[in-house]
């Protein structure tokens, strides 16, 4: 496929709801069942090497009306728990064996909860990511989650997961992660050859195929990259960040750009490439997973690093993509982000990085008032 | 000699200016604004090269402004009209701190710090009745080109009022006009008085305080010019090719732009 094909077959995924993806891939792999991983992160190696799709699930966007789960979250609640709360109501998580929380927010906290006393026949996991990465205990605290989690997973499946499984899973999701890193590199490098908004539906949609077939597309956009016309225009080039759990509609992104604005680097899909370098493939793939998680993830509003403080991490960021400024986007009601916001704006202030905060939610629908923020934002920074 | 250009893909009319690095203006062009964007402003593009005597790609940087502007695909840059409008104003009249832009869909009272940079706006978006879109289909209800309506407006003895706010009532204000025998000058006068009406109030509230610049299409109508001249009171402004302002703004940004990313490309 060309890249612009594999931009339009992955906005046709991103387009269906969870069952219809698992009917979808049934098509080429008659027994797949899928297991729902909400964001930000599970160890998709582990669910992969259980003979599980693991399927992301970044809540219902604009697929579905929210007409059950409003009885149970309230109106301060972000998007993405009500839509995914709709889904397991309105029956559209068919083909699903399971899905995983992790500890990321109260409110996925209690999605986890609430999703498993209002479903039958599908397995909840709650997985206490550790909070604290400078402990000493924290590595083997967290392998040992990750076992409970195996084992709880094999008991469900009727089988066992090996390590050897594990460890194949874990050379296939590197590889991955590999690709999507020289993408984001390359972009950086060739301003205008693939966009922001192209760059997010596939990393998104990536994430609702097997591996395997990922992988080919990744290497298909990788080989073609060099070939396709790029037409770097004059921009302000910024940071997303904020947008590590629930994801911006595409059109936001679009708007984003054609406001101006070039995304040099983001926290988009945060999760499915958490990894700044390969997680090892030697030893035991569970440790070699957990250490990944301490000592190799990207920061991130949901952790807390003592020794490598958030606002580091966005300076870093910043610093690193040769961007000149930053912009927010929360989802609405995301405590995790908007709490951190009071930091990060005290940072940038502190250092002269101009910011501006977008809020967003799943279901918005018109894109000129914040395509006008992001002009004048720009245009304040273009034009003395 | 650098050659930039400011494209204005306004919803009527596709205007181009083109400039060389003195912000001195070689060329303009102009196209009606068609469906395609890419079409219409290659022809734009094309009359202003042709009256800069330059070949198209001679062109070394192309800013897009107005509703079109993220359209052209080999744009280098869009800024928003309101921007533009300051900037092209600004540079022809530099004294002058308001700025009154009435297009065919919109009419934009911006008001303008030192050197021309926006300090606050108000546009009239969501309604046509305070713009040239609604000049246009009184013309054609009363049977006359768009071109006449500015020299007929003057030949006004009685100026008949429009004081409906929205464009479809005040249509059927002008057929009541018209079946009282109201002659077509006195109804498009008064329908240039409403229309400086409308303006007034938005610059009042961008704090209207001394002269202001008439640009868009609409200042090429010489009873537009006339009604605001009367209304208003502080002198009103009106350069010579008040269609392409905006266009110009987006040129001389463009030039800016171009030479700052010259030097940055330089240093690197």
Not at chain 2, 138 to 156: D, F, H, N, P, T
């Amino acid at each position: 496929m060309t890249i612009d094909e594999i931009v339009l077959h992955s906005r046709s995924l991103l387009d269906m709801k969870p069952s219809q993806v698992i009917k979808k891939t049934q098509e080429t792999y008659p027994n797949v069942r899928g297991f729902a991983v909400f964001p930000v992160y599970a160890p998709h190696e582990i669910i992969h090497a259980a003979g599980l799709m693991p399927v992301g699930l970044y809540g219902a966007g604009d697929q579905l009306e929210i007409t059950h789960a409003d009885s149970r979250f309230q109106s301060f609640i972000c998007s993405i728990a009500k839509s995914t709360l709709e889904l397991f109501l309105a029956d559209e998580m068919d083909g699903f064996v399971g899905i995983a929380f992790s500890s990321i927010c109260d409110v996925a906290r209690n999605l986890a909860s609430v999703v498993s006393r209002n479903t039958e026949g599908i397995y909840v996991e709650y997985l206490h990511l550790p909070q604290n990465m400078a402990s000493e205990q924290s590595q083997t605290y967290t392998r040992s989650e990750y076992e409970r989690f195996r084992r709880k997973l094999a008991e469900h499946v009727g089988r066992p997961i090996t390590d050897a499984a594990i460890s194949e899973s874990l050379k296939l999701y590197n590889e991955q992660r590999r690709l999507i890193r020289a993408i984001y590199a390359y972009r950086q490098d060739h301003p205008g050859s693939i966009s922001a908004a192209e760059l997010t539906c596939i990393t998104k949609a990536g994430t609702r195929m097997m591996p395997g077939d990922y992988l080919t597309i990744l290497k298909d956009v990788m080989e073609q990259l060099p070939q396709r016309p790029a037409h770097a225009r004059d921009t302000v080039r910024v940071v997303v960040e904020g947008a590590f759990c629930e994801q911006p509609p595409i059109e936001l992104i679009e708007a984003i750009e054609a406001a101006g604005c070039e995304i040099r680097d983001d926290d988009m899909m945060l999760g499915w490439r958490l990894f700044t370098g390969d997680v090892s493939e030697q030893g035991d793939p569970l440790t070699a997973l957990a250490n990944a998680y301490l000592n190799e993830s990207v920061y991130c509003s949901t952790r807390h690093d003592y020794y490598h403080p958030r606002t580091e991490g966005l300076l870093a960021r910043v610093r690193d993509s040769g961007a000149k400024a930053v912009l927010f986007t929360p989802a609405k009601f995301c405590e995790p982000a908007l709490l951190d916001y009071v930091l990060f704006k005290r940072c940038l202030d502190d250092k002269g990085v101009p910011h501006l905060k977008l809020e967003f939610e799943e279901k918005m629908w018109t894109f000129e008032a914040p395509r006008t923020e992001v002009e004048t934002f720009a245009e304040s920074m273009l034009f003395d | 000699m650098t050659f930039v250009a400011g494209v204005d893909l306004g919803s009527g009319r596709t205007k181009t200016v083109i400039i060389d690095e003195n912000e001195q203006i070689l060329g303009m062009g102009m196209a009606r604004t068609e469906a395609d964007f890419d079409i219409v402003s290659s022809k734009s593009i094309g009359s202003a090269c042709e009256s800069a005597g330059i070949s198209d790609d001679q062109i070394e940087y192309i800013a897009t402004t107005g509703l079109g502007r993220y359209s052209l695909d080999r744009r280098d840059i869009q800024i928003t009209e309101l921007t533009c409008g300051g900037r092209g104003a600004h540079a022809l009249f530099p004294d002058a701190h308001f700025v009154v832009d009435m297009g065919a869909q919109c009419t934009r009272a911006i008001s303008l710090r030192d050197g021309g940079k926006v300090k606050s706006f108000r546009t009239n978006e969501k309604c046509a009745a305070g713009s040239g879109g609604f000049l246009e289909r009184i013309s054609r209800y009363l049977e006359v080109s768009i071109e006449e309506v500015g020299k007929l407006s003057l030949e006004a003895n009685d100026a008949q009022p429009i004081s409906s706010v929205c464009a479809v009532l005040a249509e059927s204000e002008i057929i009541n006009h018209v079946s009282e025998g109201k002659t077509v000058p006195d109804i498009l006068r008064g329908a240039h008085d409403s229309l400086a009406g409308r303006a007034l109030s938005q610059l009042k509230l961008v704090g209207f305080d001394s002269p202001v610049v008439f640009i868009g299409g609409v200042a090429m109508q010489e009873g537009m010019v006339d009604a605001c001249r009367e209304l208003f009171p502080y002198p009103v402004y009106v350069p010579e090719h008040p269609l392409h302002v905006v266009a110009y703004g987006a040129a001389i940004l463009g030039l800016r732009r171009h030479e700052k990313r010259t030097q940055e490309t330089a240093v690197a």
